[in-house]
């Protein structure tokens, strides 16, 4: 249940501000009142809502100012987590980094229309290629906190998503810079890159908040 309503308030099915009534999320959900208050609970102290003292829960607001703050722990936080996986990844780790990038370009490659089609695929298939790069760093508390990171950009991608093209521009040919670069075991080229292209898409969410 609290996946789910993660997953809703990211993807802005719950949008930024929504009130968060007990009698309506219990029924959506169809859990009890404890189960829903220990979620709600879990996700105010992730960032993703704010509780008011007599008027309970709601969905945490946007911002360009908080937007700017999460870019910079996410960056942070990816790049000292690349840096340990490629000094750890094995032949494995470097296989499946190839393998979610094809399927991440499978959608990446198409026009526009179609890719909006198909994009909670591309969501997942997304968010696997960036957890694949990460996924031999040997610091569990930091791959925590990166995809905690990563989650609160989701959020702000989709509350921007509408916007004509996206902000994807030139993001197909960026992953597989990124791919190339972390295989090839250049930590400093491969973290400039993982910059770059957080930074680009959050400025461009920014001139759309």
């Known amino acids: 249940m609290l996946t789910r309503l993660r ?8 949008e930024p501000g929504t009130r968060l009534k ?18 709600l609970s879990q996700l105010s102290s992730e960032g993703f809502v704010t509780v008011e003292v007599g008027k309970g829960f709601k969905v945490a607001p946007v911002s360009a100012e908080e937007l700017v703050e999460i870019t910079d722990h996410f960056i942070n936080f ?8 490629i000094e750890h990844g094995d032949d494995d780790w470097e296989a499946n ?3 979610v990038h094809h399927r991440l370009s499978l959608i990446e490659g198409l026009p526009w229309e179609r890719r909006m089609e198909r994009h909670s ?10 957890e694949a790069i990460v996924a031999a760093c040997q610091g569990r508390w930091l ?9 609160q950009l989701d959020r702000y991608r989709f509350v921007t998503k509408r916007a004509p093209e996206g902000l994807g521009g030139r ?3 960026e992953h597989g810079e990124i791919m190339a670069a972390t295989l090839a075991r250049d930590a400093d080229l491969a973290s400039s890159l ?3 292209h957080i930074r680009d898409t959050s400025e461009r969410a920014i001139k759309l908040l």
């Open 143 to 151: 791959f925590r906190l990166r995809s905690i990171m990563f989650d």
């Open 97 to 99: 980094i190839v393998a």
């Open 121 to 130: 695929e591309w969501v997942e298939r997304h968010r696997d290629f960036h």
């Open 171 to 173: 993001k197909y040919e």
């Open 78 to 85: 990816e790049k000292r987590a690349v840096r340990e996986a």
């Open 194 to 196: 993982i910059e770059h």
């Open 22 to 39: 007990f009698a309506d999320m219990t029924k959506r959900y169809d859990v009890g009142i404890g189960t829903l208050r220990e979620a």
């Open 7 to 14: 997953t809703d308030i990211v993807t802005s099915v719950l």
